[in-house]
């Protein structure tokens, strides 16, 4: 009698059957929509998900279990939405699902950089703006759930004669070997928790290893013998991937700038050798591919990074410090304090603030790589008697928006930045630049031009004897600005003038010049150290 009623009443109120048409419709959308934009395409949605089966099936139980069902379903919908809008936003910037362990970090550098953008009150008001749409989301799952349960009772005997018949014919056609038959949100689920216990399980495992190390105990005198005396720059131009020297659009522009940077430096008498590295990260959070080169050690997460910076393992600086170098850091895109800074072992760290810059910002860019460069200069290579220094330097016009880009000027011109002003007011804004993806990859591409005739230019002009640059790139841009890859390469370059110092890399077989052949080595950037360590070591 009371089935017998809903059902009257429902076929009296067309807009009630509408919207509980219309609420299946939701659930399967729920159900099948891709957890990356790439994905979402009209063929997505020609599957025949089991969850919808067994979920109609449990939401014909009555009474308070069907109210527990419902509600339960509904946090689990909900939860499921919630990972895939997670996961859309970290595989357009990082090439990855969102993992939980590795990016709870983001919520406190959110709020961060929210602060700093809108201020304390804007901060607070966009993050009850993403509470209230948390909530939203499960409240209109818990609906859509309420009003899909009550058609199916409405017919209950039809609902669960077609729904056992339904999933009768899933498991025939799943036997069959048929591919439209699938098991969507199971799968997403699976994979979220199986990443979770993996992170958890690889954070155990590296804890076990990270305070051990074979260099720890080598005697100062020894290390980096064959290096004495000379400066040595570790230089990580921002977003120059792989992907800058083989996708066509890119490639046509950078390589020649390679080559003609390779052959600039042998004019001048100076050596250069190139191969590939695999960064640890994509798209961005290039702390990690900094800790993974200086420390040795795989460093893919924010959990590693965190747990690395509290470990006794000495990084390349610190090493480089016993060895009777000065170690510094400049860091033009600091702007805020860097605890973390203490664990690598630097005599001095230049932020933004401590690098004289007078000149206007570009955009969240704080200064020109060719000021960075000139500034390191004036403020540790100085002429007469003092130790070798040992830099880690960032290099940072390379990074988003791109726009407005720097322009080189004459080295002695570069003063404390003011020449710069007139170009920060050149170009287009970024609001007209990503309003189309063709400019941005654009302005992309010109960016890594500059960074890289930037760092050939400060070797010619100022790479005496006793200078060794290590420049490599920290990751590939985000994949809205190369297309989706597999690769996680970034080239990497030595230069020097003194020939012993390449003839002691011999043995890597990097491709002489600044142009990487296909063929050269790629390794893993976290073995880098070591195999620094060993060649330029007694």
Request: charge should be neutral; proline fraction near 6%.
């Amino acid at each position: 009698m009371h089935n017998n009623r809903i059902a009257a009443d429902c076929l009296g109120r067309p807009r009630n059957i509408g919207w509980k048409i219309l609420s299946l419709v939701f659930i399967f959308m729920v159900l099948l929509t891709p957890n990356r934009l790439s994905l979402i395409t009209p063929f997505a949605f020609a599957y025949f998900p089991l969850e919808a089966l067994l979920l109609g099936l449990v939401l014909l139980v009555p009474g308070r279990a069907g109210r527990i069902i419902r509600g339960s379903a509904s946090l689990l919908l909900a939860g499921g939405i919630i990972f895939k809008m997670a996961d859309m936003g970290t595989y357009q910037a990082f090439e990855r699902p969102f993992n939980p362990v590795l990016d709870s970090h983001f919520l406190a550098d959110g709020m961060n950089l929210l602060q700093g953008v809108i201020g304390r009150i804007g901060a607070v008001i966009a993050v009850a703006l993403m509470a209230a749409l948390v909530a939203g989301i499960i409240v209109l799952t818990y609906v859509a759930l309420g009003a899909a349960q009550t058609l199916l009772r409405a017919y209950y005997k039809a609902s669960g004669t077609a729904l056992l018949a339904g999933l009768l014919i899933w498991m025939t056609i799943s036997f069959g070997g048929r591919h439209w038959v699938s098991t969507p949100f199971y799968d997403l689920m699976a994979l979220h928790i199986t990443n979770t216990l993996s992170s958890l399980d690889d954070l155990k495992a590296f804890s076990a290893v990270v305070d051990s190390d074979p260099y720890a105990a080598m005697p100062d005198a020894a290390l980096f013998d064959k290096l004495k005396g000379k400066d040595v720059l570790i230089v990580f131009i921002e977003s120059y991937g792989r992907t800058a020297l083989d996708k066509p659009d890119y490639a046509d522009h950078v390589r020649p700038v390679l080559e003609k940077g390779g052959a600039d430096l042998a004019a001048d008498g100076l050596y250069a050798r190139s191969a590939y590295l695999t960064s640890p990260t994509y798209g961005g959070i290039s702390w990690l591919a900094h800790g993974t080169l200086l420390s040795g050690l795989w460093i893919n997460s924010q959990t590693r990074y965190d747990r690395l910076v509290t470990s006794t393992r000495p990084s390349l600086n610190r090493l480089f410090q016993r060895a009777g170098w000065r170690t510094v850091a400049v860091q033009p895109a600091h702007t805020m304090a860097w605890p973390q800074g203490a664990y690598f072992g630097y005599d001095r760290i230049y932020a933004a603030q401590d690098l004289g810059y007078k000149g206007q910002p570009f955009n969240w860019i704080t200064m020109p790589d060719q000021y960075t460069l000139s500034a390191f200069q004036s403020l540790e290579r100085k002429p007469g008697t003092r130790p070798p220094v040992m830099a880690e330097i960032a290099l940072i016009s390379s990074h988003a928006p791109w726009t407005p880009l720097p322009r080189r000027v004459d080295w002695n011109q570069v003063g404390d930045g003011a020449i710069f002003n007139q170009q920060t007011r050149d170009g287009d804004t970024p609001e007209a630049v990503w309003k189309n993806t063709g400019h941005i990859r654009e302005q992309y591409r010109k960016s890594i031009e500059y960074a890289l005739a930037n760092i050939v230019s400060y070797a010619i002009t100022y790479g005496d004897e006793n200078l060794v640059i290590l420049v490599l790139g920290d990751h590939q841009p985000a994949p809205f600005v190369t297309g989706e890859s597999e690769s996680r390469d970034v080239p990497v370059h030595l230069i020097s003038r003194d020939p012993k110092v390449m003839e002691a890399v011999q043995d890597w077989r990097w491709t002489e010049g600044m142009l990487p052949a296909a063929n050269t080595p790629v390794w893993g950037m976290d073995t880098l150290r070591d195999r620094f360590i060993r060649v330029f070591s007694k």
